[in-house]
């Protein structure tokens, strides 16, 4: 749902309450859905994905660089959503392990999807999830074409690092793992020692604390937090 959720970003103000969400997509239609259904129910998609609530520290990261990354915004999106849904998280590997040109196998995606879904989920309904996260890995840039996907090299930002290492750092990944987590994979490719220089970047930009020194790599992303970073000023 990146297109809508671009559109959403750009009219409701960042320090906008949930419910300026809300009335923007179920009563003022900012999206042109067709029926009233369809508005709700496109707000509750984009509200389970993304939060659409200043309360939720996801939420405010990913508004807060939203604007300041704005090439970064198709990874900033799906690594806020997978943060959020277990079965598009589960599908990561399958697509980012892939090698440049190496085609996604559809075979492999449902296979982990049923691993990850055991059994609360019918073929029918695998299948659709199937879709869905084949497109979304498309409109993050990972993959490319209508009916053979294959990989495509993704260029990481100081933003998508920022989050990533956010992310890492959120599930308990150690200093020396944050820039080869699974989070970090799907910020953009390049192995710990490329994706160095775009946290350092990011370090610069105000947005994490980095610093590499004497062989000895210091990483801070708590900051990222809006309310995090305003409590530090205080």
Not at 42 to 55: A, C, I, K, T, V
Not at 73 to 100: H, S
């Amino acid at each position: 749902m990146l297109r809508d959720l671009e559109e959403l970003f750009g009219s409701v103000p960042a320090d906008a309450e949930q419910s300026a969400y809300a009335d923007a997509v179920v009563v003022e239609n900012l999206l042109g859905k067709q029926t009233a259904a369809n508005r709700r129910l496109s707000y509750q998609r984009l509200r389970e994905l993304y939060g659409l609530d200043p309360r939720i520290p996801l939420f405010r990261v990913l508004r807060r660089l939203w604007d300041v990354d704005v090439p970064g915004r198709p990874r900033l999106a799906v690594l806020a959503a997978m943060a959020r849904d277990p079965l598009l998280t589960a599908t990561a590997p399958v697509v980012v392990l892939l090698e440049p040109d190496q085609e996604m196998m559809r075979s492999t995606v449902l296979a982990k999807l049923r691993g990850t879904a055991d059994d609360r989920l019918n073929d029918a309904v695998l299948d659709k999830v199937a879709r869905n996260t084949a497109s979304s890995w498309a409109q993050a840039g990972f993959l490319q074409g209508r009916v053979r996907k294959v990989r495509c090299r993704v260029k990481p930002t100081p933003g998508t690092v920022a989050l990533a290492l956010w992310l890492g750092w959120l599930e308990g990944y150690a200093v020396a793992q944050l820039l080869d987590s699974p989070w970090a994979r799907v910020a953009g490719d390049g192995s710990p020692p490329e994706l160095l220089p775009l946290a350092l970047k990011a370090s610069q930009l105000g947005l994490i604390h980095a610093r590499s020194a004497a062989g000895v790599l210091s990483i801070d992303p708590t900051i990222l937090d809006p309310a995090a970073a305003a409590a530090t000023r205080r």
